[in-house]
């Protein structure tokens, strides 16, 4: 659910019921940082770094990071390294770091399980964010936009502390390794990390089959995700056609089968519009073992979301006025991207053009061969300018949106650019948005993650 919306916070409140809690892995290093320059509130990312186990790393964060008070809101922050093919020093422990922290607080008070979700595309930062979180003791790891048919390999190595290497797209020339190796951490000796469960997120049933019979390595299960799911969707199968709205159209093609599925014999979670009791139901008749939920999820009280995109959007879906369209090229990655139709973010025209472009976090960005053989790094989002001068084509850049620097804003942790205005927001759901104000207790206008379980298991009511 986008960059901290499913949060620890949240993690930690869906475990603690009994459920698999899952935490973003997206920009965790970013957002560890901007906490800490935030000040920390309640003191969360320093006491979970009191518990890193690699000598030295906590300090040196802290004391890179950390901004006694917090930064005042409209000062710009302190920004960290842009990731790029051979990682500092720094950049290495603040991703180990982050993703620790992240995962320690989710865990923390309760003995139940625990996720972490990536996206395969954000390749550069995926070998040390992984070692991070399993040092906390991950359960699960959940990985889509992409095929990441190579990660359960890197985690049966990062399990026996060696080497791994991931390969890095490269456009226009050979594909790079990316290299880790937990032993260069410390001079020490590092604790021992369990390897955790891999479920891959897919949207067929043919890929489904390709992970559990053509990947050496343990796949564990898979999420089936629906084109109503909410952040990055897969693309139509075939030629892209498009509705009259401009949304992609989707067809049979794209219907998974999940009687496929089933005979693979591994664990499945349905995703997309599921977040019904009578669903669930229908989802276990299937086979799954459960199902995934998402937006149900994104608009209560423990969500990263700031609370003001919480309370407008619940009273849009009270309004029936709560409306998403997938745009088939805001995210620079060419995935469709589902936004929310809301004002004041640059889902709307008006705020789109106001903004200034400008690439400063890259999570986004597409490594590219130079003339010279070098490695270079664009994103379609970023000034046109400077795209253009690096090979990239004009017709790339149109409607491209950053959503590096919007889904940071969404959360409180938008930064104030040089040029005095802060970044604006962009907010991701699934359909089930529409819908989302039917988890509001009567006079309430708010809801907690406990009464989406309530509502999806009325049996706890009576228990």
Same mark, same amino acid.
């Given at each position: 659910?986008?960059?901290?919306?499913?949060? $620890?916070?949240?993690?930690?409140?869906?475990?603690?019921?009994?459920?698999?809690?899952?935490?973003?892995?997206?920009?965790?290093?970013?957002?560890?940082?901007?906490?800490?320059?935030?000040?920390?509130?309640?003191?969360?990312?320093?006491?979970?770094?009191?518990?890193?186990?690699?000598?030295?790393?906590?300090?040196?964060?802290?004391?890179?990071?950390?901004?006694?008070?917090?930064?005042?809101?409209?000062?710009?922050?302190?920004?960290?390294?842009?990731?790029?093919?051979?990682?500092?020093?720094?950049?290495?422990?603040?991703?180990?770091?982050?993703?620790?922290?992240?995962?320690?607080?989710?865990?923390?008070?309760?003995?139940?399980?625990?996720?972490?979700?990536?996206?395969? =595309?954000?390749?550069?930062?995926?070998?040390?964010?992984?070692? #991070?979180?399993?040092?906390?003791?991950?359960?699960?790891?959940?990985?889509?936009?992409?095929?990441?048919?190579?990660?359960?390999?890197?985690?049966?190595?990062?399990?026996?502390?060696?080497?791994?290497?991931?390969?890095?797209?490269?456009?226009?020339?050979?594909?790079?390794?990316?290299?880790?190796?937990?032993?260069?951490?410390?001079?020490?000796?590092?604790? /021992?990390?369990?390897?955790?469960?891999?479920?891959?997120?897919?949207?067929?049933?043919?890929?489904?089959?390709?992970?559990?019979?053509?990947? *050496?390595?343990?796949?564990?299960?898979?999420?089936?995700?629906?084109?109503?799911?909410?952040?990055?969707?897969?693309?139509?199968?075939?030629?892209?056609?498009?509705?009259?709205?401009?949304?992609?159209?989707?067809?049979?093609?794209?219907?998974?089968?999940?009687?496929?599925?089933?005979?693979?014999?591994?664990?499945?979670?349905?995703? #997309?519009? $599921?977040?019904?009791? *009578?669903?669930? =139901?229908?989802?276990?008749?299937?086979?799954?073992?459960?199902?995934?939920? #998402?937006?149900?999820?994104?608009?209560?009280?423990?969500?990263?979301?700031?609370?003001?995109?919480?309370?407008?959007?619940?009273?849009?879906?009270?309004?029936?006025?709560?409306?998403?369209?997938?745009? /088939?090229?805001?995210?620079?990655?060419?995935?469709?991207?589902?936004?929310?139709?809301?004002?004041?973010?640059?889902?709307?025209?008006?705020?789109?053009?106001?903004?200034?472009?400008?690439?400063?976090?890259?999570?986004?960005?597409?490594?590219?061969?130079?003339?010279?053989?070098?490695?270079?790094?664009?994103?379609?989002?970023?000034?046109?300018?400077?795209?253009?001068?690096?090979?990239?084509?004009?017709?790339?850049?149109?409607?491209?949106?950053?959503?590096?620097?919007?889904?940071?804003?969404?959360?409180?942790?938008?930064?104030?650019?040089?040029?005095?205005?802060?970044?604006?927001?962009?907010?991701?759901?699934?359909?089930?948005?529409?819908?989302?104000?039917?988890?509001?207790?009567? #006079?309430?206008?708010?809801?907690?993650?406990?009464?989406?379980?309530?509502?999806?298991?009325?049996?706890?009511?009576?228990?």
């Amino acid at each position: 659910m986008g960059v901290a919306v499913s949060g $620890w916070e949240l993690a930690n409140a869906v475990a603690a019921e009994g459920q698999l809690g899952v935490v973003s892995g997206t920009a965790l290093d970013a957002v560890f940082a901007r906490r800490l320059l935030r000040g920390d509130p309640g003191g969360h990312m320093r006491r979970a770094l009191e518990a890193f186990p690699i000598p030295g790393v906590a300090d040196r964060l802290v004391d890179r990071y950390f901004v006694e008070g917090g930064t005042p809101v409209g000062i710009r922050l302190k920004t960290k390294p842009m990731p790029t093919l051979k990682l500092s020093r720094h950049l290495r422990e603040l991703l180990i770091a982050a993703n620790f922290v992240e995962v320690y607080l989710a865990k923390e008070g309760h003995p139940n399980a625990v996720g972490i979700n990536y996206l395969e =595309k954000l390749q550069i930062p995926t070998l040390p964010s992984l070692y #991070g979180a399993m040092l906390a003791g991950v359960d699960y790891v959940l990985m889509g936009a992409g095929i990441p048919r190579t990660i359960p390999a890197i985690l049966d190595r990062l399990a026996e502390s060696r080497e791994v290497e991931l390969r890095i797209d490269v456009k226009g020339g050979e594909d790079r390794f990316n290299h880790f190796d937990p032993a260069e951490l410390s001079a020490e000796p590092l604790p /021992p990390v369990k390897r955790p469960a891999f479920l891959a997120i897919v949207s067929s049933h043919i890929l489904a089959t390709m992970f559990a019979k053509k990947v *050496e390595a343990r796949v564990d299960g898979f999420v089936i995700e629906a084109p109503t799911a909410g952040g990055h969707n897969a693309p139509p199968r075939g030629r892209l056609e498009l509705t009259g709205e401009g949304e992609p159209r989707y067809g049979e093609r794209d219907v998974p089968d999940l009687e496929v599925i089933r005979e693979l014999g591994l664990p499945f979670w349905l995703a #997309g519009s $599921w977040a019904e009791p *009578e669903r669930l =139901k229908e989802a276990l008749e299937l086979g799954a073992a459960g199902i995934q939920v #998402g937006t149900a999820f994104a608009y209560c009280e423990e969500s990263g979301f700031e609370t003001d995109i919480k309370r407008q959007v619940l009273k849009m879906s009270q309004d029936n006025q709560a409306r998403v369209f997938t745009d /088939p090229i805001a995210s620079p990655t060419g995935f469709p991207f589902k936004v929310v139709q809301m004002e004041d973010t640059i889902s709307t025209d008006e705020m789109y053009a106001e903004r200034t472009r400008t690439c400063d976090l890259g999570y986004l960005r597409s490594a590219y061969e130079r003339d010279d053989g070098s490695i270079g790094w664009r994103c379609a989002s970023e000034p046109i300018d400077d795209f253009l001068e690096k090979g990239g084509t004009l017709e790339e850049t149109v409607g491209r949106k950053c959503l590096c620097n919007a889904l940071m804003a969404n959360v409180g942790l938008g930064q104030t650019q040089r040029e005095g205005y802060v970044e604006p927001r962009l907010v991701t759901s699934g359909d089930d948005v529409a819908h989302v104000a039917r988890f509001l207790r009567p #006079g309430a206008d708010t809801y907690r993650a406990s009464d989406v379980l309530d509502y999806l298991l009325p049996e706890r009511l009576t228990q």
